[in-house]
Structure formats: structure tokens, C-alpha cells
């Protein structure tokens, strides 16, 4: 990282207030940006935070659902405890881990993911925006049939190929899908949120995954070769493999 970005992070009134409030992280009021416009979370709700670390969202769904409600957030790094939030280190994608989540909401149904899930940064903004885009529809492939019908759905994601594609499957699913610019987010940020709203009943009877819709658009596109191979290669030079 250059040191104009430590110096810029260093600065930045949104991670001194995030400190000043007792919040783990900046993104914290993105998560509070987003309900004050939508209000996606309720109080009593159930929310799954996937790609919870350290917890910042998680924090917020806290206060927003209350005693009434649960919180468990799901991440391959250990997230230190937060009062009503239940963590599970592990991948989203392993039924494993899907099965615990599942009995850490104590047999009720989920009515809101959230995911602020990124990329660890390369540098290269075409890698990074590729990556985001395949960890985004991860989530939603192993993520959104745990949602109960009339749930919300909100996540992060780098602008780019394959974004138009991702907000049209999501639309296939969603009553309502907005893309939502924080004003918390750093000024030179390309990220953007998708907050979906009212999961239709009978999204499961799509014969296509998020993943491969994105895929099959971005391949009529000329952007990728989406080959029979496991490997798919794009135009970036960045290799997005197939989940058997």
C-alpha cells in the first residue's frame, strides 16, 4: 500500500467515528446508510452475515433486531464475540457449515443475508473486480436458498463486467433490487451495494444459478471462454473455476 493510502486512512473521519461509537470498523455506517433508506432489517428479525469479520455489520444487525432477534454471521477468519451475535468459523459453501448456521437460528426461518465480503486487494483493480464478482455470487449460489421467501438480501460488490449480469439474475429473484452508493464509502471507492428486497416464493424452480447466468452472459459478451473446462479464463488473465 502507498503511503498517500495510510496517510488517507489515517485521516478518515469515518474510521475516527466508527472508533469514537465503538464500532470495529468504517463499514458499520454503510450497513446504517442502507436501513435508514431501505430498512431492510426489523426488529425481531433473523439475519445471516456472511463474510462477517470483524464484525462491524454484525454490530449493527445487532442493535436493528434486538432482543427479539438473531444474529449469526459466518466467516473463514475468527470474529471476536459481540453481545447477541453467534459466529461460526467456517465456508459458507460446505454443507457443514451451512447445517450449523442453520441450528444457530434455532429452527427459525432467515429473513435477511447481508454480506460485505471482499476481495483481498492486489492491486489490480481487474483482478480485484472479478474476484469480488465470483465471491458475491458464491454467496448468492450457497447463500440464498437458506433466505425465506419475502426475505432481503443486501451485498457488496466492485463495478464492472458481470455486474448488469448479477443485478439482472437478482432482479429474476427479487421483487426490488437497488444499487445504493454510501456516502461512507471512501471517495475513490468502485464499490457499489445491491439491497434486494421481497425474495420471490418460487426463485428455487430457476433452472440456472446466479453463477452460471453471470457466466453465460459474460461469454455472449466475448468477455470470457465459457468452455466445458473447470478453469474459465478471462480477458483479464484472471482464472475463475468452476464449483462442481
Keep these: 500500500m502507498s503511503n498517500r493510502w495510510f496517510s ?4 478518515d473521519p469515518w474510521r475516527r467515528k466508527a472508533r469514537q461509537e465503538g464500532y470495529r470498523a468504517r463499514s458499520a455506517f454503510k450497513l446504517k446508510e442502507i436501513q ?11 439475519v445471516l452475515d456472511v463474510g462477517c469479520a470483524p464484525g462491524g455489520w454484525s454490530q449493527v444487525a445487532c442493535e436493528l433486531v434486538g432482543n427479539e432477534g438473531i444474529v449469526v454471521g459466518v466467516d473463514l477468519q475468527t470474529t471476536s464475540p459481540i453481545e447477541g451475535a453467534y459466529f461460526i468459523v467456517g465456508d ?3 454443507k457443514v457449515t451451512q447445517d450449523a448456521t442453520l441450528e444457530a437460528f434455532q429452527g427459525r426461518v432467515i429473513n435477511t443475508i447481508i454480506s460485505d465480503i471482499s476481495p483481498d486487494i492486489s492491486g489490480r483493480y481487474d483482478i480485484d473486480q472479478a474476484i469480488s464478482i465470483d465471491l458475491v455470487t458464491m454467496v448468492c449460489d450457497f447463500s440464498l436458498p437458506l433466505l425465506n421467501p419475502g426475505g432481503a438480501f443486501i451485498t457488496k460488490v466492485f463495478q464492472g463486467p458481470g455486474l448488469d449480469a448479477l ?8 421483487s426490488k433490487v437497488h444499487r ?13 451495494y445491491l439491497v434486494c428486497k421481497n425474495l420471490k416464493p418460487h426463485h428455487g424452480a430457476l433452472v440456472q444459478t446466479v453463477g452460471d447466468e453471470i457466466l453465460n452472459s459474460l461469454a455472449k459478451d466475448g468477455i470470457v471462454d465459457n468452455s466445458e473446462d473447470e478453469e474459465i479464463i478471462t480477458k483479464t488473465g484472471f482464472s475463475v473455476h468452476r464449483r462442481n
Design 167 to 174: 443485478v439482472r439474475a437478482l432482479k429474476r429473484r427479487f
Design 180 to 192: 445504493f452508493s454510501p456516502i461512507s464509502s471512501r471517495n475513490a471507492s468502485s464499490e457499489i
Design 92 to 94: 459458507i459453501q460446505d
Design 36 to 46: 435508514e433508506k431501505f430498512t431492510p432489517i426489523r426488529h425481531g428479525d433473523t
Design 8 to 11: 488517507e486512512h489515517r485521516s
